[in-house]
């Protein structure tokens, strides 16, 4: 009994499997050629709102420190100009990273940041540096006018945070 109970469920997959072709037409790894071709787009467009942007200014250097003083962002506040960079260096203390707190920024500034942030470890957050010597750089090209504070997610609760004040 247990034998034809195999046998009628095989069979009945075996079944079901032929039966998922569908259509008439050939199998083919030939791509269509009668498809409409794509038109690059535009060189001179502005970057639509959420995708990432290029540094188009200065890029500015803002170490990131553990030591007998603590730790924390040296400078701790920077004030940059929209199009500017920050090259985030990792000196001592590690693991460090950059973070931003999503509720506390503006949605169009959460996602151009997002946007901007490559190799992220999660939303708004980049990736760990754990040797000396190592560096994350973030554009703030696209980024409106204003201050937006960032922290490192290993040391937040040790007070390492920072200021960046984005001006026109």
């Known amino acids: 009994m247990r034998f034809l109970g195999f046998a009628v469920v095989t069979g009945a997959a075996m079944l079901l499997g032929a039966c998922g072709g569908g259509g008439d037409a050939p199998a083919t790894d030939a791509p ?4 409409p071709a794509m038109e690059a787009p535009a ?8 995708a990432a942007q290029a540094v188009t200014g ?14 924390y962002y040296e400078p701790t506040e920077i004030t940059i100009k929209a199009g500017d960079g920050i090259k985030f260096v990792m000196i001592s203390g590690g693991p460090h ?3 931003f707190d999503a509720t ?9 940041l997002e946007a901007n942030m490559p190799n992220q470890a999660s939303a708004l957050m980049g990736p760990m540096m754990l040797n000396a010597g190592e560096d994350y750089t973030l554009s ?3 980024i409106a006018p204003g201050t937006y504070e960032f922290f490192c997610t290993p040391h937040l609760a040790m007070g390492m945070k ?7």
Do not use: C, R, S, W
């Open 162 to 168: 920072g200021k960046v004040t984005v001006t026109e």
């Open 58 to 71: 200065t890029i500015h250097e803002v170490k990131m420190v553990g030591d007998e003083k603590g730790y």
């Open 97 to 99: 990273n950059v973070a």
């Open 104 to 112: 506390l920024l503006p949605a169009d500034v959460k996602a151009q």
């Open 140 to 142: 703030f090209a696209g």
């Open 32 to 35: 269509a050629t009668d498809a």
């Open 43 to 50: 060189t001179d467009a502005a970057p639509a709102a959420g």
